[in-house]
């Protein structure tokens, strides 16, 4: 049999038919054009899980369980979206709604805990039983693995890793807190620092790889501009670096978890980004001398991870 999993984004919706080895055989998409009514996204997910049934040559029958990863705060018991700012959504029954347009019993997760299951059953932390999952974005997302089960806390919002604080009175957040990691080490941070690098320094070849207008920063200019021998690029990075490696030390000191993998389009950079960031936290760890050690290491899935671990969200609450 297959599963179906549907990753609900702010802009876009895609649902994928997975098969029993974690490979996806069909693919639907839509975009989600929020904010609108909850029933009107919820029409346009049924039209991709369709899509996605027919593109991978199967039929609805083929399919025990479907779930759906949601952005936002999300009561899985129940199978709402509590509250999700990105779709404006407030109390939204969207299982309930989608059993009601497929005719399939659909499940539900935080889009990040769904994509950190998916890691976790599919790829980076395969064979593991305790892992955290770190997506470098637009903020810092995440998912926390215990013992196998999604950690969400008792009220189900656990797992917010972009919003601990790692700097009193520091930048102020997108969530109205100060300090919060996600403002120092999203690639929304690294942006912001890349900028203000270059307004030091007129002379960077940052200024090359934009073309000279500033609003062409995008997360890999820095990086881009290191591997051309940029000084000031290379103060970018290892600043950026320092800030996520204070993160993922507090990580370890607090789940002691196997693996840590690093998601996002950050994560590409492979070495250059996870070879200093694993001699860092070597030395910041609390426990710098244990004998079992957890290993940082790039995610595997992109952007499958989401869908993956939406469809095998019925392993956790079937």
């Given at each position: ?249 507090n990580i370890i000191t607090i789940f002691q978890p196997e693996i840590i993998c690093i998601g996002g ?36 899935l992109g952007n499958d991870a989401g869908i993956i671990g939406a469809a095998y969200l019925c392993n956790?609450?079937?």
């Amino acid at each position: 049999m297959y599963k179906l999993g549907i990753d609900l984004g702010g802009t876009n919706i895609v649902a994928g038919v997975v098969d029993e080895n974690y490979n996806i055989a069909g693919v639907g998409k839509a975009k989600t054009r929020a904010p609108r009514p909850a029933e009107e996204v919820a029409d346009d997910m049924a039209k991709t899980v369709f899509e996605a049934i027919e593109n991978a040559g199967i039929s609805i029958d083929d399919i025990d369980y479907m779930g759906i990863g949601s952005p936002g705060a999300v009561d899985a018991e129940n199978g709402t979206v509590i509250y999700s700012s990105n779709l404006a959504f407030n109390d939204v029954a969207l299982t309930k709604m989608m059993t009601e347009r497929v005719g399939k019993e659909f499940y539900i997760g935080n889009d990040a805990n769904a994509a950190a299951y998916g890691e976790f059953i599919a790829g980076a932390g395969k064979g593991t039983k305790n892992f955290v999952a770190v997506t470098l974005g637009t903020g810092v997302g995440g998912g926390i693995i215990i013992n196998g089960e999604i950690y969400t806390g008792f009220n189900g919002i656990a797992g917010e890793l972009g919003h601990f604080s790692i700097e009193m009175d520091g930048v102020i957040c997108s969530c109205g807190r100060s300090g919060c990691w996600e403002a120092y080490a999203s690639a929304t941070a690294l942006i912001r620092q890349t900028k203000q690098a270059m307004n030091r320094y007129p002379e960077s070849e940052m200024w090359n790889l934009c073309g000279g207008n500033i609003d062409n920063v995008s997360g890999l200019t820095a990086f881009n501009a290191l591997r051309r021998g940029d000084y000031a690029a290379e103060g970018v990075v290892n600043k950026y670096i320092q800030y996520l490696a204070t993160g993922i030390a507090n990580i370890i000191t607090i789940f002691q978890p196997e693996i840590i993998c690093i998601g996002g389009g950050i994560s590409k950079e492979g070495d250059t980004l996870i070879a200093p960031l694993r001699k860092i936290v070597a030395g910041e760890k609390f426990v710098r001398n244990a004998k079992k050690k957890t290993e940082i290491k790039a995610a595997t899935l992109g952007n499958d991870a989401g869908i993956i671990g939406a469809a095998y969200l019925c392993n956790l609450y079937k």
